[in-house]
């Protein structure tokens, strides 16, 4: 079981560290963190996969906002949320004929080739977990040579965003 | 005007009140040391930096105020870390002040670099590393206001050599502390309070528990009210000595591995346990499996992080424990629960019983002989700071206290060699009150180098040692749990005596009773520090702390004092 949780912090140095400390000191299960910037200057937003089977996620929700450089922390498991996870993926591509082939499975999981080597080509695929890793299924059998995750990104659908009322 | 940031430290030292340092200069701290003496604030030069951090925290929990700890870079700093992690897992409000190298070197390994807000990140409750003069002021402002507020503990403030030489118009800063995320404590849920006094009201038997939190919210007459008005019993944490009078009839004593057998009986046979400003440690708890099975439990604390984190509740309630109590007190109905006191009594004339002081003398000097004696010469209303060990167990058993911020131990950590660098601080703290310190002869060994501030600051601490040959509880954890081998916890010591009167301190030495009775009442009668070697009874069951809950056992399941065919009474 996983639950995915938005973090809103301050941009400032070592806030990761103290993010990933935190995980590490008490031991929580996280699937995956990805940090970017937001729309706000100064803050920065972090979703955090946490492997609810393993982890109390109120604990880690409490524990996060004790950080002083935690302003909000959003648990949006239960929400309509939209989830998105983005992988590079580059698979051996042979001849003409697998290469014809590949483009096709491309295809039907909406993704796209973005680099076209001799030998090889790269894929890149965005959606949630599920779909990326049947993608990777499909093209295991290929040979892959490299592939990167992000990690998930989220947003709660309509209504306000989780950084309402915030001043930068 | 425009100061350095050398004086911008000292400006704002003065502007958050404090008015007594603990430190060691040392190259990367020394730019901030010069000005000191322009500024009306007192530094303690001690012998090592740890016991710099432990006199900051001593001093934080006798006043109730943030003491301060500097020490310079590199091992200044890393010799500080065991005092921060001992402050913070007992959440005392500190701030230490670290030099570091320049800027522009960080991240070289230069001489003395160390990455110390690396180093403190998970002991500290925040850090900063300032790298603009500019923010340093309002940098210092926020430190003290995290340290102290909502659930206090250490803040470290890393200060590279060039901003404390630089120097920018200095501007105090002012008004409310813009701080996005830092939430301290909200006003608590009344509907949780409401069910609270539900429960209260129908409880048969219940039980208040009482931990440090009593102390740091002010709360120690909202609890007495409370409790004296739905007569509930009060047992308390190692930490939580001073919350409640332990003269009081509804005190029960301390609880927990070394807490009084019938206090941990009434835990298990509660029906409602009211934790108040405690967070179930398992020194507390024993096993959880077992734990107080057939109560309800309601929690109070300031941390939300502490609600159901260790034992889950029917009603956790964030807050301030004394705001809370002031809510709930007038839902609760005056109430009285004859038979569960009168069941508590029971169980405790056999402790009674057992207690090693009502049983006739054999000539040999035990612990609690002259930890009662010390009590009555001093009437009970000394500040006592005991170090670590089994004399910690008996300090905490046989000093009964009614005082607020007057027991002083490292409860969270159990560090060795906190004793007599907190009570510097704790001396500093209330210069006028007597000052004991009571240490084992493992632990005083660990930061006996400070009897040097000792007396360079003239400071009348009494100091009590438990000298009983060995590392006493580890000894003891041998006896029963490790087949009796005593490995490495023998320990060949010095002349005490001899080794503090090097320092100048009237010292006795005391083998039984009788002298332990006459130097307690000489060194009070001495200006000035002074030191008695208690040579007590090293082995055997006088030797053991009682009673007993094996690491890992349910609260109920102690080791106990065997029953005496005699008592004196
Ligand atoms: C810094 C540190 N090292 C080791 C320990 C483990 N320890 C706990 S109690 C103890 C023995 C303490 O001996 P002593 O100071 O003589 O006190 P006694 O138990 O004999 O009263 C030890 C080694 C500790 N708590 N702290
Ligand atoms: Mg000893």
């Known amino acids: 079981m996983q639950s995915t949780l938005i973090a809103l912090v301050e941009d400032k140095p070592g806030v990761l560290n103290r993010v990933a400390s935190l995980f590490r000191r008490r031991a929580f299960n996280i699937e995956s963190l990805a940090v970017g910037h937001t729309e706000k200057p100064g803050i920065s937003r972090m979703t955090i996969v946490v492997d609810s089977s393993r982890t109390d996620v109120e604990m880690v929700v409490q524990n996060l906002l004790k950080l002083v450089n935690v302003i909000r922390v959003e648990d949006v498991t239960e929400v309509p949320t939209v989830m998105r996870d983005l992988a590079l993926v580059k698979v051996r591509s042979g001849d003409g004929a697998t290469r014809a082939e590949i483009m096709q499975l491309v295809d039907t999981f909406r993704a796209r080739v973005v680099d076209v080597g001799l030998k090889t080509l790269m894929v890149e695929v965005t959606g949630t977990d599920d779909k990326i890793s049947g993608l990777v299924d499909v093209l295991r059998p290929y040979g892959i040579e490299e592939m990167v995750r992000t990690g998930r990104v989220a947003m709660a659908r309509g209504g306000v965003g989780t950084d309402r009322e915030l001043t930068a | 005007m425009k100061k350095t940031g050398a004086e911008i430290v000292w400006e704002m030292l003065n502007r958050e009140g404090v008015k007594v340092v603990f430190g060691i200069p040392g190259g990367a701290i020394m730019h901030t040391y010069h000005p000191r003496q322009d500024y009306d604030i007192h530094h303690v030069l001690m012998r090592h930096e740890q016991c710099a951090a432990h006199a900051a925290d001593g001093y934080a929990r006798v006043s109730g105020k943030v003491g301060v700890a500097i020490a310079t870079s590199g091992p200044g700093a890393t010799n500080l870390v065991t005092g921060i992690a001992t402050a913070a897992l007992d959440s005392s409000p500190i701030v230490c002040i670290t030099g570091q190298v320049q800027t522009y070197l960080i991240g070289t390994d230069a001489f003395q670099e160390v990455d110390i807000t690396g180093i403190t990140l998970p002991i500290t409750k925040h850090n900063y590393l300032v790298t603009d003069i500019n923010e340093l002021a309002y940098t210092i402002h926020e430190a003290f206001h995290i340290a102290r507020s909502g659930r206090p503990g250490p803040v470290l403030i890393d200060l590279p050599k060039d901003i404390q030489i630089a120097s920018t118009e200095f501007e105090p800063p002012e008004g409310d502390i813009s701080l996005p995320g830092y939430r301290p404590v909200a ?339 001495t200006d000035g520090p002074t030191f008695i070697d208690f040579q007590i009874a090293d082995v055997g069951e006088d030797g053991n702390v009682y009673p007993m809950v094996p690491s890992g056992a349910a609260l109920h399941e102690m080791i106990r004092r065997s029953q005496p065919d005699h008592t004196t009474d």
């Open chain 2, 187 to 525: 006003p608590a849920s009344a509907a949780a309070v409401q069910r609270a006094a539900e429960f209260i009201n129908t409880a048969k038997r219940p039980v208040v528990l009482a931990g440090q939190g009593v102390l740091m919210s002010g709360a120690m007459q909202e609890l007495r009210s409370f409790a004296e008005k739905a007569q509930v019993p009060v047992a308390l944490t190692l930490l939580g000595k001073g919350g409640f009078p332990e003269s009081h009839p509804l005190a029960l004593g301390m609880m927990g591995m070394h807490g009084e057998a019938f206090v941990n009986q009434a835990i298990q046979e509660a029906d409602l346990i009211l934790a108040f400003g405690m967070r179930f440690d398992d020194r507390v708890t024993g096993t959880l499996a077992t734990y107080s099975p057939n109560a309800r439990r309601v929690h109070v604390d300031a941390d939300a992080a502490e609600l159901n984190k260790i034992v889950k509740v029917d009603v956790p309630i964030l807050g301030d424990l004394r705001q809370v109590l002031t809510q709930l007190l007038p839902l609760v109905a005056p109430a009285t629960h004859p038979e569960w006191l009168a069941q508590i009594d029971a169980w405790r004339g056999d402790s009674h019983f057992r207690n090693i002081l009502n049983r006739p003398e054999n000539g040999r000097l035990v612990a609690a002989h002259f930890i009662n004696d010390i009590w009555e010469a001093t009437k009970g209303e000394a500040i006592v700071v005991s170090d670590v060990g089994q004399h910690q167990m008996w300090t905490a058993q046989f000093y009964r206290n009614d005082l607020p911020n007057s027991v002083v131990t490292s409860g969270g950590l159990g560090t060795m060699g906190f004793g007599l660098p907190a009570a510097i601080g704790a001396q500093f703290a209330q210069p006028d009150r007597e000052v004991w310190v009571i240490a084992g002869d493992g632990g005083f060994q660990m930061t006996m180098h400070d009897l040097g501030t000792i007396i360079q600051e003239k400071l009348p601490i009494k100091i009590a040692l438990s000298d009983n040959g060995y590392l006493g509880m580890v000894r003891q954890w041998q006896e029963f749990f490790y087949d009796k081998r005593y490995e490495s916890t023998r320990l060949v010591n010095p002349d005490f005596v001899k080794l503090v009167e090097a320092y100048g301190i009237p010292a006795w030495r005391a083998t039984n009773r009788a002298e332990a009775r006459t130097a307690i009442a000489e060194a009070r009668a």
